[in-house]
């Protein structure tokens, strides 16, 4: 099925449409909302959430840019939803001082996907949080700020401490 056959039926409410669009792009929109979220039922929610308001509000998506990455922003606004409900996002070392040049961080290590996540359960929620914002999904930390409510500096500290938490782990297994 075509993206403008597929929104056409979606705009009537299709649920044949809406049955193509949950079987093609639920894995995808599942391992977004799972980055986000360390628990399995809650990246659940937050898919069914998240594919509950694309089906409702299809009528927003105005054709610029790509169908997909207008169904991932809605998803990752969800989960960071969950993560403010539940009270997990936090942003320890909110005080420290930031240098302002790219530290040259990469993973280049032949790991898999499993092995990532397993990696990324194991930072606090904040670092999570920005790290996939901005190495992952591309935001700028001045739209991380504003999407967190939090300043550009907790964003930048955030990152380097998700950064640093990582390189060790890697080394930990032996990376």
């Known amino acids: ?49 998240g594919l509950y308001k694309v089906f409702s509000q299809i009528e927003s998506y105005s054709g610029l840019g790509s169908f997909e990455g207008w169904m991932r922003r809605i998803v990752v606004n969800e ?36 092995e990532i996540l397993e990696l990324m359960d194991q930072l606090p929620n904040g670092y999570r949080t920005v790290f996939n914002l901005y190495v992952i999904e591309g935001y700028k930390h001045q739209e991380i700020a504003d999407m967190l409510g939090i300043s550009i500096n907790t964003s930048k500290s955030q990152l380097i401490l998700a950064k ?6 890697l080394k930990n297994k032996g990376y």
């Open 164 to 169: 640093d938490k990582l390189r060790n782990l």
């Open 1 to 49: 099925m075509n993206e403008t056959t597929l929104l056409e039926r979606l705009k009537v409410q299709d649920p044949a449409a809406q049955k193509w669009l949950y079987d093609r792009y639920s894995p995808l929109l599942f391992s977004v909302c799972r980055r986000y979220l360390r628990s399995r039922e809650d990246a659940e929610e937050a898919l069914i959430s």
């Open 79 to 114: 989960a960071l939803m969950s993560l403010r409900k539940s009270r997990n996002l936090v942003f320890p070392g909110d005080d420290r001082q930031i240098p302002d040049q790219p530290d040259g961080f990469s993973i280049e290590a032949d790991m898999s996907a499993r």
